[in-house]
Protein backbone atom coordinates (compact mmCIF):
# COMPACT_ATOMS: atom_id res chain seq x y z
CA UNK A 1 0.00 0.00 0.00
CA UNK A 2 1.24 3.32 -0.65
CA UNK A 3 1.61 6.03 1.77
CA UNK A 4 4.04 8.17 3.88
CA UNK A 5 6.40 6.64 6.62
CA UNK A 6 7.76 8.43 9.00
CA UNK A 7 10.72 7.01 11.89
CA UNK A 8 11.18 6.87 14.32
CA UNK A 9 7.73 7.21 16.36
CA UNK A 10 9.86 8.98 19.40
CA UNK A 11 13.27 9.91 19.31
CA UNK A 12 15.14 11.80 22.74
CA UNK A 13 18.16 13.75 22.13
CA UNK A 14 20.08 16.06 24.82
CA UNK A 15 20.21 19.72 23.92
CA UNK A 16 23.14 20.40 22.01
CA UNK A 17 22.63 17.96 19.08
CA UNK A 18 21.35 17.71 16.17
CA UNK A 19 18.95 15.60 14.96
CA UNK A 20 17.48 13.89 11.72
CA UNK A 21 13.89 12.91 11.27
CA UNK A 22 13.01 10.69 8.71
CA UNK A 23 10.39 10.74 6.02
CA UNK A 24 9.79 8.63 2.67
CA UNK A 25 6.58 8.45 0.64
CA UNK A 26 5.76 5.88 -2.21
CA UNK A 27 2.75 7.93 -3.25
CA UNK A 28 4.80 9.60 -6.42
CA UNK A 29 3.59 12.79 -4.90
CA UNK A 30 5.24 15.97 -6.22
CA UNK A 31 5.14 17.75 -3.07
CA UNK A 32 6.22 17.42 0.81
CA UNK A 33 5.81 19.37 3.97
CA UNK A 34 7.07 19.29 7.15
CA UNK A 35 4.45 20.56 9.97
CA UNK A 36 5.31 21.18 13.76
CA UNK A 37 2.19 20.52 16.41
CA UNK A 38 2.64 22.55 19.91
CA UNK A 39 -0.55 22.04 22.04
CA UNK A 40 -2.89 24.43 21.33
CA UNK A 41 -0.93 26.32 17.93
CA UNK A 42 -1.94 23.58 14.96
CA UNK A 43 0.23 22.62 12.58
CA UNK A 44 2.74 25.09 11.81
CA UNK A 45 4.89 25.02 8.43
CA UNK A 46 8.76 24.27 8.69
CA UNK A 47 9.98 23.68 5.04
CA UNK A 48 7.92 22.78 2.16
CA UNK A 49 9.33 20.96 -1.41
CA UNK A 50 7.73 21.11 -4.80
CA UNK A 51 10.26 19.70 -6.56
CA UNK A 52 13.93 17.81 -6.30
CA UNK A 53 16.31 19.65 -5.29
CA UNK A 54 14.54 23.27 -4.69
CA UNK A 55 12.36 23.62 -1.04
CA UNK A 56 11.06 26.58 0.72
CA UNK A 57 10.86 27.89 4.32
CA UNK A 58 7.80 27.98 5.54
CA UNK A 59 6.76 30.05 8.56
CA UNK A 60 9.03 28.78 11.64
CA UNK A 61 11.81 27.58 9.74
CA UNK A 62 14.65 29.08 11.71
CA UNK A 63 16.46 25.99 13.53
CA UNK A 64 15.61 23.50 10.95
CA UNK A 65 17.25 22.38 7.85
CA UNK A 66 15.86 19.79 4.94
CA UNK A 67 17.08 18.47 2.00
CA UNK A 68 14.97 17.18 -1.40
CA UNK A 69 17.58 14.87 -3.06
CA UNK A 70 14.76 12.27 -4.02
CA UNK A 71 11.50 13.00 -5.01
CA UNK A 72 10.42 9.73 -2.43
CA UNK A 73 12.12 11.54 0.13
CA UNK A 74 12.10 14.92 2.88
CA UNK A 75 13.84 14.32 5.62
CA UNK A 76 14.01 17.00 8.02
CA UNK A 77 17.28 18.09 10.33
CA UNK A 78 16.56 19.73 14.14
CA UNK A 79 19.74 21.47 14.73
CA UNK A 80 20.93 22.79 17.94
CA UNK A 81 20.02 26.43 17.10
CA UNK A 82 15.94 25.53 17.45
CA UNK A 83 15.59 26.73 21.20
CA UNK A 84 12.26 25.21 21.19
CA UNK A 85 12.46 21.73 19.71
CA UNK A 86 10.13 19.31 21.79
CA UNK A 87 7.35 19.00 19.52
CA UNK A 88 5.23 16.69 17.53
CA UNK A 89 6.24 16.60 14.07
CA UNK A 90 4.40 16.11 11.24
CA UNK A 91 5.16 14.92 7.43
CA UNK A 92 2.81 15.07 4.96
CA UNK A 93 2.92 15.05 0.22
CA UNK A 94 0.63 15.87 -2.02
CA UNK A 95 0.08 16.33 -5.49
CA UNK A 96 0.69 19.28 -7.58
CA UNK A 97 -1.44 18.96 -10.50
CA UNK A 98 -4.49 17.38 -8.90
CA UNK A 99 -6.13 21.04 -8.09
CA UNK A 100 -7.77 19.65 -4.73
CA UNK A 101 -5.07 17.71 -4.03
CA UNK A 102 -5.22 17.06 0.02
CA UNK A 103 -2.07 16.19 2.04
CA UNK A 104 -1.57 12.97 2.89
CA UNK A 105 -0.09 12.86 6.24
CA UNK A 106 2.57 10.29 8.42
CA UNK A 107 2.28 9.22 11.66
CA UNK A 108 4.34 11.67 12.93
CA UNK A 109 7.80 11.79 15.51
CA UNK A 110 7.35 12.91 18.83
CA UNK A 111 10.76 14.63 19.81
CA UNK A 112 11.52 15.68 23.08
CA UNK A 113 14.99 17.66 23.81
CA UNK A 114 16.09 17.18 27.59
CA UNK B 1 -0.46 36.17 3.79
CA UNK B 2 -3.59 33.43 4.18
CA UNK B 3 -4.91 32.90 7.55
CA UNK B 4 -6.98 30.86 8.66
CA UNK B 5 -8.90 30.97 12.18
CA UNK B 6 -10.85 28.70 14.32
CA UNK B 7 -12.67 30.38 17.04
CA UNK B 8 -13.73 27.49 19.19
CA UNK B 9 -10.85 25.34 21.18
CA UNK B 10 -13.43 23.09 22.46
CA UNK B 11 -16.99 21.85 21.64
CA UNK B 12 -19.18 19.21 23.07
CA UNK B 13 -22.21 17.35 21.82
CA UNK B 14 -24.32 15.01 23.05
CA UNK B 15 -24.66 11.47 20.76
CA UNK B 16 -26.56 11.34 18.36
CA UNK B 17 -26.84 15.22 18.04
CA UNK B 18 -25.25 17.85 15.60
CA UNK B 19 -22.44 20.26 16.11
CA UNK B 20 -21.21 22.59 14.04
CA UNK B 21 -17.38 23.84 13.86
CA UNK B 22 -16.90 26.87 12.89
CA UNK B 23 -13.76 28.34 10.63
CA UNK B 24 -12.94 31.15 8.87
CA UNK B 25 -10.26 32.67 6.45
CA UNK B 26 -8.64 35.26 5.26
CA UNK B 27 -7.59 35.91 1.33
CA UNK B 28 -7.44 38.03 -0.88
CA UNK B 29 -7.32 35.43 -3.87
CA UNK B 30 -10.30 34.38 -5.42
CA UNK B 31 -9.66 30.06 -6.55
CA UNK B 32 -8.99 27.94 -3.31
CA UNK B 33 -9.01 25.09 -1.64
CA UNK B 34 -10.64 24.24 2.03
CA UNK B 35 -10.13 21.28 3.78
CA UNK B 36 -11.47 19.81 7.17
CA UNK B 37 -9.08 17.48 8.92
CA UNK B 38 -9.57 14.90 11.89
CA UNK B 39 -7.02 14.20 14.53
CA UNK B 40 -8.11 11.37 16.55
CA UNK B 41 -5.69 10.46 19.83
CA UNK B 42 -3.66 8.55 17.60
CA UNK B 43 -2.49 11.61 16.00
CA UNK B 44 -2.91 10.16 12.66
CA UNK B 45 -4.70 13.11 10.31
CA UNK B 46 -7.42 12.19 8.26
CA UNK B 47 -8.95 14.11 5.55
CA UNK B 48 -12.97 14.37 6.22
CA UNK B 49 -14.34 16.81 3.81
CA UNK B 50 -12.70 19.20 0.88
CA UNK B 51 -14.12 22.22 -0.91
CA UNK B 52 -13.44 24.03 -3.91
CA UNK B 53 -13.62 27.58 -3.70
CA UNK B 54 -15.32 27.97 -7.46
CA UNK B 55 -17.96 25.62 -6.55
CA UNK B 56 -21.23 27.12 -5.07
CA UNK B 57 -22.88 23.88 -4.03
CA UNK B 58 -21.38 22.73 -0.17
CA UNK B 59 -19.75 19.42 0.10
CA UNK B 60 -21.30 16.61 1.67
CA UNK B 61 -19.44 13.11 2.94
CA UNK B 62 -21.89 10.98 4.57
CA UNK B 63 -22.64 12.42 7.97
CA UNK B 64 -20.18 15.27 7.37
CA UNK B 65 -20.98 18.65 5.54
CA UNK B 66 -20.10 22.28 5.21
CA UNK B 67 -21.33 25.52 4.83
CA UNK B 68 -19.46 27.40 2.67
CA UNK B 69 -19.99 31.05 2.63
CA UNK B 70 -17.37 32.50 -0.25
CA UNK B 71 -18.18 36.22 0.51
CA UNK B 72 -18.03 35.92 4.53
CA UNK B 73 -14.87 33.64 4.06
CA UNK B 74 -16.62 30.84 6.21
CA UNK B 75 -16.27 27.09 6.08
CA UNK B 76 -17.90 25.92 9.07
CA UNK B 77 -18.11 21.63 9.35
CA UNK B 78 -21.06 20.02 10.73
CA UNK B 79 -21.39 16.73 11.79
CA UNK B 80 -24.46 14.93 11.75
CA UNK B 81 -25.55 12.18 14.21
CA UNK B 82 -22.49 12.64 16.25
CA UNK B 83 -20.57 9.15 17.33
CA UNK B 84 -18.22 8.36 19.86
CA UNK B 85 -15.40 7.71 17.23
CA UNK B 86 -16.17 11.54 16.27
CA UNK B 87 -14.18 12.48 19.22
CA UNK B 88 -10.79 14.48 18.22
CA UNK B 89 -8.67 17.35 17.45
CA UNK B 90 -10.58 18.86 13.96
CA UNK B 91 -8.04 20.81 11.55
CA UNK B 92 -9.42 23.67 8.45
CA UNK B 93 -7.07 24.08 6.10
CA UNK B 94 -6.24 26.67 3.53
CA UNK B 95 -4.75 25.76 -0.21
CA UNK B 96 -3.81 28.29 -2.40
CA UNK B 97 -3.79 27.49 -5.94
CA UNK B 98 -3.46 30.54 -7.58
CA UNK B 99 0.21 31.77 -6.60
CA UNK B 100 1.96 28.68 -7.54
CA UNK B 101 2.91 28.52 -3.98
CA UNK B 102 1.01 24.95 -3.06
CA UNK B 103 1.07 25.60 0.68
CA UNK B 104 -1.51 24.03 3.25
CA UNK B 105 -2.45 26.51 6.41
CA UNK B 106 -3.93 25.39 9.48
CA UNK B 107 -5.81 26.74 11.55
CA UNK B 108 -5.64 26.16 15.32
CA UNK B 109 -8.13 23.53 15.56
CA UNK B 110 -10.71 22.49 17.53
CA UNK B 111 -11.81 20.02 20.24
CA UNK B 112 -14.56 18.12 20.11
CA UNK B 113 -15.54 15.79 22.65
CA UNK B 114 -18.74 13.77 22.35
CA UNK B 115 -20.99 13.02 25.46
CA UNK B 116 -22.76 9.52 25.64
Known amino acids: DGGITQSPKYLFRKEGQNVTLSCEQNLNHDAMYWYRQDPGQGLRLIYYSQIVNDFQKGDIAEGYSVSREKKESFPLTVTSAQKNPTAFYLC?????????????FGNGTRLTVT | AQTVTQSQPEMSVQEAETVTLSCTYD???????LFWYKQPPSRQMILVIRQEAYKQQNATENRFSVNFQKAAKSFSLKISDSQLGDAAMYFC?????????????FGTGTRLKVLA
Open chain 2, 27 to 33: TSESDYY
Open chain 1, 92 to 104: ASSLIQGRNSPLH
Open chain 2, 93 to 105: AYRSVMSGTYKYI
